[in-house]
DNA sequence: TCCGATGGCTAGCAGCCGTTAGCCGATGAA
DNA sequence: TTCATCGGCTAACGGCTGCTAGCCATCGGA
């Protein structure tokens, strides 16, 4: 592993743990051994660690979502495929997910735009699918919007409360939410 | 309205802005016409002003979700309410939320741990509120800590994608989230 | 063997931060 | 009218921040 995705990996614990403007370049260089401003050698900026970070996170997550829904036509499939790839990829970036929601803000234009719009994709690529249920009448709910988020804020929400040393594996919590979803949706 | 007042509206407007970290004295002194070290005659530190805001929300969250409980044996009813509650809260104290979720680690010691206890507890109740339904037959859920997790998420999402302008008013997000909740349970 | 590239280092700049000190006009009770 | 209190203000302190400049050891290819 480069010393870059190391300087990566702890800017993103630092991230995670102390908030953007809470963390100091040279915390970010003593955690992989060096002095803050040796970093420079490797990164552009403080800012651009924070770009990088939030932009990777969203194309790995849309490119996981178009791969899930990919092979098969049947709403209630798509969508159990869409959540199991939507709450694994939560379960394994808890620290991505935490700061791509809460770090939105220290992120200067255009990137902050740039970001936005790919959630503003991922969102609608959900409602999309809810709707399709909806169309089929496979699914029942008032407004497919609000089902939708309902849907992306289940699986948003294990960055607060999953860990990977807890009682419960990633499999049984995709399972389970999985199932949540469907029920949610009125599928179940 | 007091001045003491003004300045806490203010310093939550800029804390789920631009993070506790992120806002300055200067900052919060000038949304309410007055400049940063004057702010010091009304409040002790930058510091007290994210504690009295993050505890006051978990207060005020606590005692709304004892009230809504209180009055019933039905666990479906009980349940109802208490997400009745808790959405509600959630969609009139959007940045609360938002704060609580993503400052708690700008809040110091012993005041963290303070908070954090107030959060389990809530947590304990809804999880406590799943598992007699459970008991009682009426739900049917394999894990009673993540459906209780999941509720609280449909809620805290509201934190990011609500808006008072929007196209929904705040009773139809209240009872189609009440909704979601009791088809997640399996009640529906 | 040379030498450019790489990637550390320290010094330091320019600016901002929370907070304190101390000043002063307005206000209102005695 | 007097005078303490309140609540503004500016100046300034001590400390920290991101980042740049510039130095130098190491090392691999010519």
Redo the contacts between chains.
Sequence with gaps: MGTGTAIRVAALGLFA??????TTMAEIGAAVGIRGPSLYKHVASKQDLLVELMTTTMDGLLELHRRAVTGTDDPVERLRRAVDAHVRFHARHRMEAFVG???M??LVEPHRGTVLGKRAEYERAFRRLVEEGVAAGRFH???A???S??I???G??LA??YREEGE?SEN??VW??TE?AL??V?A?
């Design positions: 743990a102390r908030g953007y403007e809470g929601a809460s770090e803000r220290s709910v008032p407004s919007r609000l089902a988020y309902a992306l804020d289940l948003m929400g607060t409360w419960l049984e919590v389970q939410q949540f029920r949610l009125g179940g």
